[in-house]
C-alpha cells in the first residue's frame, strides 16, 4: 500500500482520500491540543531554563524560552558538591519560573535535573530545597537517559534522522545512536564537560590525555562511522556561531547548520589563536558561555578524529524538545514538522484556510517529474503563501522572505529555507530589485534552484488569482517541456470570468520564468 511522502509514512494516502499526498491534519485533534501549553524546566550544570512550547503544530514554537547561567557545576570536580553562588541563583531563577508557569496554565510541567545535580553530595538537598521554596518536583535524569532524550529532540526535527548525536552540557557529554525510523539506539555517558573538565590537574597536558582516553572508550561503544554527526548543547552552538563569523555564512541560524570536519578543525585553530573577548564580540555570546568554549573545542578536536563524521550538523532541539516528543503519540511523531508548521500557520493565519492545499494542485503539474524532497517544499509554499498577509503591502514579500528563513521551522536545511523564502518572496514580487534581500543567501542554492523558486512563486503569485475554494476544478496547468509550451485550461464560466487582465499577466510572466509560450485555452 502507498504511503504519504517523508515523515508521513505511518498513515496511509487511502486512509485520507480528500488529503491525497497531504494526510488529514493533525494539529487540531486531541493529541496534538494536549500538547498546547507544555512546559520544562532544565536544571543542568550551567543554566537552568524554562522552555514552554506552543506544541499544537508537530514543529512547535517556544511561547515562551527563557535562561539563566547560573553554574551549578562549577567548582565541581574540587568540591563533589553544588556551587553555593549557582545554588543560590537557581533557586531565585526556578521561583521566578514555577511563578510564570503557574500565571501561564502551563500542564504537564516537567523539571529535570542533568550532570551536576545527580552528581553533587548535596544534590537530594538541593531537591528538598528546591521543591519546599517552589513545589517543584526535580526529577534526576541518569547519562543514559540524557543522551536518550537529546537524541529524541533530534528526531523532534529530523523524524528519519541517521547518525550519531553528542550533547554536550557543563559537566557530562552524551552519545546516543540514531537508527532510522524514529530509533534510538545505544546511549553512553561521560565526563567531558567543560566545568568538569576544568578541574583536571596537571595543565593541558593532563587534560587533553583525559580528553583522548575517555573519547577513545566511547569509540568502542560506536565503532562505525557515522554519515552525520548532531551536535546539541550551548557550548557547540557558540562554536557553531564563530565558524559562520569565520566562514562569512549568510544565514545566522544555528539550526540544521552544516560543516565539514577540515571547517571545524579550522575553526579550533581560529578559536586557540583568538582573543576570547575578541570572539564574543563577533558573536554575541555572554561571558560565562565563552569561557567554557576553548575546553569544548579542545573535546570536539579530538571527537572528530576518532568519531570521523562524514558532515557535522547543529541542532537546536535537544533534552527538552526530547521530553516534548516523549509526549507525542506514535502518530504525531511520524509527521512531516515542516508540513505540518506550515498547515498550522495556514489554519491561523490564511485568509482563505484551506487553499493551499488547492493551489499545490493546480501548480503541481510544472513539478511533475520534481524529487519528493522538492515537492515537500511546494507544499509547504502552498500552505504559507497567504500567511503574511497582514504586512503592508510595501514589505510583505520581504516579510514572506523572512518568514521562510528566520522562523523556527523544523525539518530545512539551509538551502531548503532559502528556496522556500525565495518561492514566497516571489509570491508577492515578481522581482527581487528594491527589496532588502540579501543577494549572499542566494550562495547556499544552486542557479538552477534559484529559477526553480522563482518559478514556483510566480505560479502562485497567479494561481492566487483564482481564489476559490477547489481552484482545479476551475483551471488547469499543463506544461510542455519539449514543446515549450504552458497551457492553461479554463474549465468553467467561473474560471473564464476570473482570468482578467492582471491575472493574464501573470500568466505570462510565469510563462516568462519557465520559457514556454503562454497558451490559453476552454475545455471540459
Known amino acids: 500500500m502507498p504511503v504519504t511522502m517523508m515523515g508521513e509514512a505511518a498513515v496511509p494516502i487511502e486512509t485520507h482520500p480528500d488529503w491525497g499526498p497531504f494526510g488529514a491534519p493533525l494539529f487540531d485533534g486531541p493529541q496534538a491540543r494536549a500538547l498546547s501549553r507544555v512546559g520544562v524546566i532544565d536544571i543542568g550544570s550551567n543554566s537552568v531554563r524554562l522552555v514552554v512550547f506552543d506544541g499544537a503544530a508537530r514543529s512547535p514554537a517556544y511561547f515562551f524560552n527563557e535562561k539563566i547561567l547560573c553554574g551549578l557545576g562549577a567548582g565541581f570536580a574540587e568540591t563533589g558538591r553544588l556551587s553555593v553562588d549557582g545554588r543560590a541563583r537557581a533557586l531565585t531563577a526556578l521561583k521566578r519560573f514555577a511563578a510564570l508557569a503557574e500565571a501561564m496554565d502551563v ?77 534510538v539506539g545505544r546511549c553512553e555517558t561521560s565526563d567531558l564537560g567543560p566545568l568538569k573538565l576544568m578541574g583536571i590537574k596537571g595543565g593541558k597536558k593532563a587534560v587533553r590525555a583525559h580528553i583522548k582516553d575517555r573519547i577513545v572508550a566511547l569509540k568502542t561503544q560506536f565503532p562505525d562511522r557515522p554519515e552525520r554527526l548532531f551536535l546539541v548543547g550551548g557550548s557547540w552552538r557558540a562554536i557553531a556561531r564563530i565558524d559562520m563569523e569565520r566562514r562569512g555564512y549568510p544565514l545566522k541560524v544555528l539550526h540544521e547548520y552544516r560543516m565539514t570536519p577540515r571547517a571545524i578543525m579550522e575553526t579550533i585553530k581560529y578559536i586557540a589563536k583568538t582573543d576570547i573577548e575578541v570572539l564574543r564580540g563577533q558573536t554575541g555570546t555572554s561571558e560565562a558561555r565563552m569561557r567554557l568554549v576553548p575546553l569544548a573545542s579542545e573535546v570536539l578536536r579530538v571527537l572528530m578524529r576518532q568519531i570521523r563524521p562524514h558532515e557535522v550538523a547543529i541542532s537546536s532541539y535537544g533534552i527538552r524538545e526530547g521530553l516534548l516528543y516523549e509526549q507525542m503519540g506514535p502518530e504525531l511523531r511520524h509527521r512531516d514538522p515542516l508540513i505540518e508548521a506550515a498547515r498550522h500557520a495556514e ?160 500568466f505570462q510572466a510565469l510563462a516568462g520564468a519557465i520559457g514556454a509560450e503562454a497558451v490559453v485555452r476552454s475545455g471540459p
Open 107 to 183: 500542564s504537564p510541567l516537567v523539571t529535570v535535573a542533568t550532570a551536576a545535580v545527580r552528581e553533587a553530595a548535596d544534590g537530594p538537598e538541593f531537591r528538598a530545597e528546591v521543591a519546599a521554596e517552589t513545589g517543584l518536583q526535580i526529577v534526576v535524569v541518569d547519562g543514559a537517559e540524557e543522551a536518550r532524550l537529546a537524541a529524541q529532540g533530534v528526531l523532534l526535527g529530523w523524524p528519519g534522522a541517521q547518525g550519531l548525536i553528542c550533547d554536550i552540557g557543563g559537566s557530562s557529554m552524551e552519545l546516543a545512536e540514531l537508527l532510522g525510523e524514529g530509533q
Open 347 to 506: 489554519a491561523q493565519n490564511a485568509r482563505m484556510q484551506g487553499f493551499g492545499r488547492a493551489l499545490y494542485k493546480f501548480v503541481e503539474p510544472l513539478f511533475a517529474n520534481a524529487k519528493p524532497a522538492r515537492k515537500r517544499l511546494v507544499r509547504a509554499a502552498c500552505l504559507l503563501h497567504d500567511v503574511s498577509w497582514r504586512a503592508h503591502p510595501d514589505y510583505r514579500a520581504e516579510v514572506c522572505f523572512d518568514t521562510a528563513t528566520r522562523a523556527n521551522l523544523g525539518g530545512m536545511t539551509h538551502a531548503e529555507r532559502v528556496f522556500l523564502g525565495l518561492a514566497l518572496l516571489h509570491r508577492y514580487k515578481s522581482s527581487r530589485s528594491g527589496t532588502n534581500f540579501d543577494t549572499d543567501l542566494l550562495k547556499l542554492l544552486p542557479e538552477a534552484d534559484v529559477v526553480q523558486a522563482e518559478i514556483l512563486g510566480r505560479a502562485m503569485r497567479f494561481g492566487a488569482m483564482f481564489a476559490l475554494d477547489r481552484l482545479p476544478d476551475h483551471g488547469r496547468l499543463k506544461l510542455y517541456p519539449k514543446k515549450r509550451v504552458l497551457e492553461l485550461t479554463l474549465t468553467t464560466d467561473a474560471g473564464r470570468n476570473l482570468f482578467g487582465e492582471v491575472a493574464e499577466a501573470r
